[in-house]
């Protein structure tokens, strides 16, 4: 029993021991962007690698903590001071080339002091990597650091060794002159000592410049010679800065009253066919043009303008005159995105508010000398507050969007004045389903079918919805005005 307690000790004790020498591997690991990676694609597998053993500082923080010290270049020596105040302890900094008809991605893991401490070398058919090769290349790239946290720590635990040494030689017995001996000799070794340590950075300086001077005429093609830049981060489909969407649309519109059964004088609305029409949208979100994945890269601006063209309204007693037509949206507003997660194709949502105009308004003027037109104009201004559920499906690629927005009705133009129908409790909600597909991580091909109805509650206040007959009874009681619209846009993204 003695000895089964014993052996439990001792396993227990050594368990202990190996899990504390594996929590010792991890680190803070600032990930640069990917030098020749457009698409960002390696960098989020390096964060990936990264941020499932080490604490992640992304390119991102990078970017921000060089700006604010005023370190424009990537040269070791900049490295090195952007590292110490990230208080990162490895840099991973990598470049992808072509070479003899592949690609080469070049890993280099940079010390704190900005040297490179160990080179993983990855030879690639193509730019990009399929999951198998991502999951290869993490595999290395979390070896290899590990490997340079553990020489960073031997290295550090024969320093702490050497200066134990030296205090005990230094609180050692014997007489004075003895002792004034000894601290000349350790003074002479210390100073050998920084001599040799000096020597072996300016090696090592020289070692990494030569490095990076390499790296420089590998970037020469994308980028020119001369003092190297390094591009902006791989940006997220999900994540962009800035978004113009331009295109084709058509829309129709549709207008229907409720009135008592057999009531020969009913309004009979308006049916339309679709027409064609354009849209035009902005996006903009100012901070995530320098800082996609901050909070403050999720605020932002949007604008949306459709037209109907060619549209024309013809009335029942005179179908020979075409009447020009205005059927318009103008929608401006805020909002705030937040993307879930770190990886690309995890779902987002955007929750906003809006100031909208929709309007359907018909050019009367050929009408003065004939029957007018029953059709009564609306005009709704409205407030919108709205949310957005952007749904990648399987890859960032290609993403499903659902929006629903509430309105709350300003006016509604004159559909409710006292000629036409009069007051009303007046409800309305829209809605859209939009398809995002990446042509390239810049262009999308953007489809969208949205939906917006206001329904009306009449008074019994308008001459219209009550003296249709010539009999003061209420005769019309309500509406309802249903937009329909589909689009197929090209959208361009920064």
């Keep these: 029993m003695v000895w089964s307690m014993r052996r439990l000790t001792m396993l227990a004790t050594l368990g202990l ?60 020596r900049d490295i090195a001071d952007v590292a110490r105040s990230l208080d990162a302890d490895v840099v991973v ?41 991502k999951r290869e290349v993490a595999r290395e790239v979390q070896d290899a650091i590990e ?39 350790d003074r002479d070794d210390d100073d050998d000592d920084d001599d040799d340590r000096v020597a072996r950075r300016d090696d090592d300086r020289d070692d990494a410049d030569r490095d990076d001077r390499d790296d420089d005429d590998d970037r020469d093609d994308d980028r020119g010679r001369g003092r190297r830049r390094r591009p902006a981060p791989g940006r997220e489909i999900r994540r962009p800065g800035l978004v113009v969407e331009t295109g084709a ?21 308006y049916k339309g066919a679709f027409v064609p029409a354009g849209r035009v949208g902005v996006e903009l979100y100012p901070f995530a043009i320098g800082s996609p994945r901050s909070v403050a890269g999720g605020l932002g601006v949007y604008a949306v303008y459709e037209r109907a063209f060619l549209l024309t309204t013809r009335s029942d007693q005179t179908p020979d005159v075409k009447l020009t037509t205005e059927q318009s949206h103008l929608e401006v507003g805020a909002r705030f995105r937040y993307a879930f997660g770190a990886r690309p194709n995890l ?8 100031y909208s105009r929709r309007a359907f308004m018909v050019d009367r003027t050929p009408l003065v000398d004939r029957p007018p037109l029953d059709l009564p104009d609306v005009d709704y201004r409205t407030i919108e507050p709205g949310l957005t559920l952007r749904i990648p499906l399987g890859t960032d690629r290609l993403a499903l969007a659902l929006s629903g927005q509430g309105m709350l009705v300003q006016s509604t133009g004159a559909i409710q004045t006292v000629a036409e129908y009069g007051a009303a409790k007046v409800t309305g909600v829209a809605g859209n389903v939009t398809i995002d597909a990446a042509i390239t991580p810049r262009v999308l091909l953007r489809l969208r079918a949205e939906v917006t109805q206001m329904g009306f509650d009449f ?16 005769d019309v009681g309500g509406a309802l005005d249903r937009w329909l619209g589909a689009a197929a846009n090209l959208a361009v993204s920064y």
């Design 17 to 76: 021991l190996a899990a504390g020498a594996g929590a010792a591997q991890a680190g803070v690991v600032v990930v640069m962007s990917v030098g020749g990676d457009d698409s960002g694609e390696l960098e989020r597998m390096l964060d990936d690698a990264v941020g499932d053993r080490h604490e992640l500082r992304t390119s991102d923080d990078y970017t921000r903590e060089a700006k604010k010290r005023g370190l424009g270049s990537s040269d070791p």
């Design 147 to 185: 490997r340079v946290l553990r020489d960073r720590r031997d290295r550090d635990d024969d320093r702490d060794d050497r200066d134990r040494d030296r205090s005990d030689d230094r609180g050692g017995g014997g007489d004075r002159d003895d002792r004034d001996d000894r601290g000349d000799r």
């Design 249 to 269: 649309m058509a829309l129709s519109r549709t207008l229907s009253f409720s009135s008592q059964a057999g009531f020969e004088q009913a309004p009979k609305g």
């Design 93 to 133: 900094d990598a470049v992808i080339r072509r070479d003899d008809g592949e690609y080469l991605l070049k890993i280099k893991l940079r010390a704190r002091d900005g040297r490179v401490a160990k080179t993983v070398l990855v030879r690639m058919k193509a730019r990009k990597l399929g999951p198998a090769g």
């Design 459 to 474: 008074l019994g206040k308008g001459e219209m919805s009550n003296n249709r007959d010539n009999d003061p009874d209420q």
């Design 347 to 354: 779902p987002s949502i955007i929750v906003g508010v809006g």
